[in-house]
């Protein structure tokens, strides 16, 4: 399907910016592991500090570059299969909001006035740009839901009556209506706690039930990252694995959409398992609906592995009857047409099968007090959003830059290793940090001048072969990216051949069934809302009543004094000169 014109230009816009951002996420990352291992044994690098970058490689790679690439690609798969225009003016406010909101939160993190992590738990306080910024960010990625897409769908529906809509459409409005339902927390926490205090407006606020908000957004946000990715391994992966290939059951893959929309949001607590002040028993609920949770990855396995087996088989006679033969006929590497993509939905794939595993044990109870805010967690997420989400999200974003821009892709040899060089690069990362991690090895610090330095008191010498792994780690997935980098640029700055289009190769279903109870999502949203509200009220009330004894003013990452006035302090100073 051609298309021109500015909403072309918008499509563009957010996958280039985001990455041309990502560049920095990248670097941070790279430095991460240099100054974790000891290598940079200093506060700060080229006048950005160790968590100045931490909070960069955290917000651009999980909040910028995933929320800009999943609009671009909704945009793109509505466009593509409903065939219906999408509304320049819709198109034009929503990227400039996502750019503006980008550019303040950016800039108070490169003026190192947020240096509060990609969490941004309180009573750490960033400069208010931060959160507007973000904020406006959020804003902007939801609006081509209300306004282009519900109404293209609904358009749709009633032109094709009794018709199931397409399954990546499907997929695509089931992740942002449950992207608006995730926000609602956040917008809460951010709007009502943390503005007012980095404003000054308020003295303090609740820490716990700050946490306890954000964590409801925190938890299916990584579902908002993965569905997409989920809708990419259904409708084209098998389609680009042999042109005959099959999804194996379009009603399977609705349903693991849809267990998602049940099950996504009652499970923040998992993250939580430490939190003082939540009763024991709310959090083993939240650890039963998790495992839950894991259940339609699960079902994914299975149609994603039958779907391929279908594909490889119905091109490949000869290994018809053989059980596990058959992989070895996926094309992990090749060059012919669009199957360059195979590869970086293979290796996706790969590492995704440790994340699922490792977030199992995070998510087991009693498990999660070895790992929690150890290196453990940071390996299993860069198998999953580091992993399959951020392979297949690159994968996706230099094909749809060569259709859009109608251009050949360049330097196609080093966009087939890339993944593979991220993959091997990411599995080293990961067993390095996974298995520090269950020694006590701890997330988010700068151990090089601390655990890590042979001269200070706090040295624990059996980390250090782990960091020095990570480091090693660390360079072959930079190189991945680097390899990756070349041909995504190389692609856009080479000349048009082709005129513009959208277009998705697509795997027609080999059981396609009616299933009427699949396609209303009415009533799988009301039942998941309404799971959500039921599962927290009893969490919000112990962090709002029964577990919090006070409020706390807030800090900045550098001085233990508060940098707003607590009322308690207020109350200090009137006692004592009552006393007086
Ligand atoms: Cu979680």
């Given amino acids: 399907m051609r298309v021109e014109g500015s909403v072309k230009t918008v499509i563009l816009g957010e996958i280039i910016f985001p990455i041309v951002l990502l560049i920095f996420g990248i670097y941070h990352g790279l430095m991460q592991v240099l100054y974790r291992a000891g290598v940079i044994k200093d506060m700060s690098f080229l006048g950005i500090e160790y968590y100045q970058g931490l909070t960069l490689h955290g917000v651009i790679n999980v909040i910028v570059f995933t929320t800009m690439i999943i609009v671009a690609f909704g945009n793109a798969v509505f466009l593509y299969y409903l065939k219906k225009p999408l509304r320049p003016v ?9 750019v503006v909101g980008t550019l303040m939160a950016a800039w108070a993190m490169f003026t190192g006035k947020a240096n509060v992590l990609y969490t941004f738990y309180y009573p750490l306080i960033a400069h208010p740009a931060f959160y507007i910024g973000a904020a406006l960010l959020l804003v902007g990625s939801v609006i081509p ?3 282009d897409w519900i109404p293209n769908y609904i358009a749709w529906r009633k032109e094709h009556p009794g018709e199931k809509v397409p399954l990546a459409v499907f997929g695509m409005l089931v992740n942002h209506i449950m992207w608006v339902i995730m926000l609602v927390p956040v917008v809460i926490e951010v709007v009502f706690q943390l503005i007012p205090v980095s404003l000054g407006l308020i003295p303090e606020t609740n820490p716990s039930l700050s946490r306890t ?3 409801a957004f925190g938890h299916p946000v990584v579902y908002f990252w993965l569905l997409p990715a989920y809708v990419m391994l259904y409708t084209i992966l098998p389609k680009i694995v042999t042109g005959e290939g099959k999804l194996y059951s379009d009603s399977a893959a609705r349903f693991a959409f849809l267990l998602f929309v049940l099950f996504s949001f009652p499970v923040g607590l998992h993250h939580q398992y430490t939190e003082p002040g939540i009763t024991n028993s709310y959090k083993l609920i939240h650890a039963f609906f998790t495992l839950g949770v894991a259940v339609p990855s699960i079902i994914t396995a299975f149609t994603v592995a039958a779907s391929l087996e279908y594909s490889i088989k119905s091109k490949y006679p000869e ?6 033969y058959w992989w070895t006929k996926i094309p992990y590497i090749s060059l012919e047409g669009d199957k360059w993509l195979v590869s970086y939905f293979m290796a996706g794939l790969l590492l995704f099968l440790v994340g699922g595993i490792t977030g199992i044990v995070n998510a087991s109870y009693n498990l999660n007090l070895v790992v929690h805010n150890t ?11 580091g992993g399959l989400v951020t392979l297949s999200f690159l994968g996706i974003s230099l094909y749809m830059v060569s259709k859009l821009m109608g251009k050949d892709i360049k330097f196609k ?5 890339a993944p593979w060089l991220w993959w091997q690069g990411m599995l080293i990362f990961e067993y390095a940090m996974s ?3 269950i020694h006590g090895f701890p997330r988010r610090t700068n151990t090089g001048i ?3 330095n042979p001269d200070s008191p706090l040295y624990r010498p059996e980390w250090v072969g782990y960091a020095e792994l990570t480091v090693f780690a660390g360079f072959i997935i930079v190189l991945g990216f680097i390899f990756w980098a070349i041909s995504f640029f190389g692609t856009i700055f080479s000349p048009k051949v082709r005129e513009s289009t959208i277009e998705f190769p697509t795997a027609s279903a080999l059981h396609d069934e009616k299933a009427p109870a699949l396609n209303r999502l009415t009533p799988w949203f009301a039942v998941s809302v309404l799971l959500f509200v039921l599962s927290y009220i009893p969490a919000i009330y112990d962090v709002t009543k029964r577990g919090v004894f006070f409020d706390s003013p807030g800090y900045n990452d550098k001085s233990p004094v508060p940098i707003t006035k607590p009322q308690s302090a207020k109350e200090d100073q009137r006692n004592t000169a009552e006393a007086k």
């Fill in 319 to 324: 290994v018809r009857n053989s059980l596990f």
């Fill in 413 to 417: 040899g080093l966009a087939v290793i």
């Fill in 213 to 215: 908000l954000f964590w």
């Fill in 145 to 147: 839901l209300f306004f």
């Fill in 435 to 437: 298995v520090a991690g």
């Fill in 450 to 452: 601390s655990y890590l």
């Fill in 375 to 385: 290196s453990f967690v940071p390996g299993h997420f860069h198998t999953t959003v």
């Fill in 90 to 98: 819709v198109q034009w406010v929503s990227f400039l909001l996502m």
